[in-house]
């Protein structure tokens, strides 16, 4: 006697579960191809840039002036990326300041939101010599809503930036040299030392970390630490830079061999790379 088998209740409940899982799949391919081709997309359109013919014009740009044409492609290139420095150092070693050229990093910075740029010159020349990058950056236009603080206009006796005023970009520009680095860090432990004498500070012991990290913020105007310094050449040195404040500082060189061939593809390139940067801050 054969026994007739009942269709299972389950039947269609199983088969809607299987409708959901290979639209799910489809749904999940065509996420990840979409991903793939603005990632190539993106990627082509980097390659086109960086390699492009430094003296030919981009498309777009050819009514405008050429660092206003740097500051829109730079716009464009950094929309993608992850992260941006706050603070970003430019160090000469050997190469002899060209005050125009440098000047250029103060707006490439501008554009590419970059809050802090500064310039450190181990002998001194360009800090003692600032106003003539002042100076020409102050025959360069810019919009009303950009605004650049230049540390060495600031009163050391106030410590702090001034307010933005709803200005929509600022960029605060500094100038060290190694009077900034251990001879400032060397002022400060006299200084400390000198407060336990007269009783300014009550013991050894309050001597912490904190304190001297605020004594030293303090004299450069509450700014952040550098988290990016870039270098011409192939060699790298701090050339004795701000020892206390580079502890987590992403060193990349230019890729320019002198100052006169930095170019706004330098600059780009340093950017995508410090994106990239993975900092596990001691872990």
Known sequence: MSTKVQPSSNQPARLVLSLVHLLYSILQQLLLLCSWIRWKLSTYQRKIFLNEPQNSTPVGCRNSTQLRCENDAIEYHVR????????????????EPEYKQLAKFIFWSMAAGVGHVSFYDHRGTLKQNHHEMLNYVSQQPRGESEQIVWTTQLKTASGLLPPRNGYRRRVVVSFFSPDDG????AATARTISNQIRTGSVSSPSAITVELVEQRLQNQFHHIPDPELA???????STYGMLPWQIRLTEFLPLEASSVGDVKVSHFLSCLYRFAKCEQRFGK
């Open 80 to 95: 993608g990326l992850e992260k941006i420095p706050s603070h970003l150092v430019v160090i000469l070693g050997p190469e």
């Open 182 to 185: 251990k001879r400032q860090l």
């Open 230 to 236: 870039v270098y011409f050449g192939s060699i790298c």
